[in-house]
């Protein structure tokens, strides 16, 4: 059964924190998105990596980094977290194009 | 850019009625499509895709969707929901028409079900 995971499902931090959120996915996927949810906007993208140390900006990439030194994991950082990246953080993996994504469970992160 | 629309942002049905969720995309070539459900507090699970072929698609947990291409539409149905089913839908179309690894999705549609 195919499976992505996600560090931590509840994280709260407090602003001007580094924050890593992490990925693994078992799929041998080249491709590993990480998205954020928040209410009446859907998801919206913040980086994408389509293959080991590559990685291509979303629509939302300000204030995220993203590392991606093995083919199952990618990191989101969030180098000084603040009070607007409270959210729910989503991980995806997909193989090649036109292909669905799959999803990890979720980290809802809260910055205080 | 490819794009979809859900037009309902919240819709509430009775226990063992008929379903429809609305999803409407722009794209320029034929289209891939998606449906997503995700439950309170996790992630989203895929119901069904279309890809090509025959328009009506059935999916997991008793969910079909049709493709209709001189509507672009690609609306979910279920004949009779179970209070199970209350959650969040979303579609989802690929960004561009040339190769694309990414997906743009709808904004949801949050399904509510009454006994």
């Known amino acids: 059964d195919v499976k992505v995971t996600q560090s931590s499902r509840y994280l709260v931090k407090r602003t001007g924190e580094k924050v890593f959120l992490e990925c693994v996915q078992d799929?041998?996927?080249?491709?590993m998105f990480w998205y954020r949810q928040d209410p009446g906007l859907g998801l919206r993208l913040i980086y994408f990596?389509?293959?080991?140390?590559?990685?291509e900006k979303g629509d939302i990439p300000e204030g995220y980094s993203v590392s991606r030194e093995k083919k199952e994991r990618f990191s989101l950082i969030l180098e000084s977290a603040s009070t607007n990246q409270t959210s729910m953080y989503l991980c995806?993996?997909?193989?090649?194009?036109?292909?669905?994504?799959?999803f990890g469970p979720g980290t809802r992160l809260t910055v205080l | 850019a490819q794009s979809v629309t859900q037009p309902d942002i919240h819709i509430t049905v009775s226990e063992g009625a008929s379903l429809e969720l609305r999803c409407n995309y722009s794209?320029?070539?034929?289209?891939?499509l998606f449906w997503y459900v995700q439950s309170p507090g996790q992630g989203l699970q895929l119901l069904l895709k279309y890809f090509s072929g025959d328009t009506l698609v059935q999916g997991i947990k008793g969910f079909e969707a049709e493709f209709k291409r001189s509507q672009s539409s690609f609306n979910l149905r279920k004949p009779s929901v179970h209070w199970s089913d209350a959650a969040e839908y979303f579609c989802?179309?690929?960004?561009?028409?040339?190769?694309?690894?990414?997906?743009?999705f709808g904004t949801g549609t949050r399904l509510t079900i009454i006994p």
């Open positions: 799929m041998d996927h080249e491709n």
């Open positions: 990596s389509y293959d080991v140390k590559m990685k």
């Open positions: 989802a179309v690929p960004i561009s028409n040339f190769g694309n690894e990414k997906l743009t």
């Open positions: 794209y320029g070539a034929t289209p891939y």
């Open positions: 995806a993996s997909s193989r090649g194009v036109y292909n669905e994504q799959f």
